[in-house]
């Protein structure tokens, strides 16, 4: 199935304005102007547009395409305010820094979290090894519920990693100066969880030639995504 089909612009442009949007701190009339250095007349709106349609195309492919998670789960949730109304942006990272799973929610009770762990178990395939919180007691309602044989760590500063992993999102919610309603966050997330996972490769952990071999196969595997 042809997803650009009667679009103007070839897909090789659409998809290069998807991946700026996701990947780096820019507006999409930011986008625009970046297109327009090289010749590409186009719209901030139709770069909006495109991020709102064809990210969430992107998104399930690269999930299908995805090799699995690691057996360690760190979650942590944190406010975000839309509309001046609090939400709670729940967030899993794996012991490698990838991001899990993202869920916008207007709660943080019990429910909230069960409804967040069943998407865990459906992003992972089944429950993790182990899964590391803070002491919020509505984590224990949905281990009980959901994942009793699975070990639970609340030790203090255990779940760091995962409270590091919000400051990209912390980041772009500035830049787009909040967010301006929950399904926009949400849809919005999702998109930027994964292409973070892609393209986030521990430059500072490998050496430049690794790092460069790295991030052809990322490359590789979005241009497989986007065709």
């Not at 999409?28 to 349609?53: F, Q």
């Not at 299908?64 to 975000?80: A, L, P, W």
């Not at 500063?157 to 980041?171: G, K």
């Not at 967010?179 to 952990?205: C, E, M, T």
Request: net charge positive; with cysteine; proline share 3%.
């Amino acid at each position: 199935m042809n997803i650009y089909k009667r679009y103007r612009f070839p897909p090789e442009i659409i998809s290069y304005a998807v991946w700026l949007y996701h990947r780096f701190n820019l507006s999409h009339r930011d986008i625009e102007d970046l297109l327009a250095e090289k010749g590409i007349m186009v719209s901030y709106e139709s770069v909006r547009l495109w991020c709102n349609k064809f990210g969430s195309q992107y998104v399930r492919r690269l999930k299908r395409n995805h090799q699995g998670y690691g057996d360690t789960f760190f979650i942590d949730e944190v406010f975000v305010k839309i509309n001046g109304k609090q939400h709670y942006l729940w967030r899993a990272v794996d012991q490698d820094g990838e991001v899990v799973d993202v869920y916008l929610q207007s709660r943080r009770d019990g429910a909230a979290a069960k409804r967040f762990f069943k998407r865990l178990l459906r992003s992972h395939k089944g429950a993790p090894r182990k899964i590391i919180t803070d002491k919020l007691r509505s984590y224990d309602v949905a281990h009980r519920e959901l994942m009793p044989d699975v070990i639970h760590n609340k030790d203090q500063y255990a779940n760091n990693r995962v409270e590091q992993s919000h400051e990209p999102t912390r980041v772009r919610e500035r830049g787009m100066r909040r967010f301006k309603s929950p399904l926009q966050a949400q849809r919005f997330l999702d998109v930027h969880a994964r292409v973070y996972n892609l393209f986030n490769l521990g430059r500072h952990l490998v050496s430049a030639e690794h790092y460069r071999n790295l991030r052809e196969v990322a490359f590789a595997e979005w241009d497989r995504a986007v065709a």
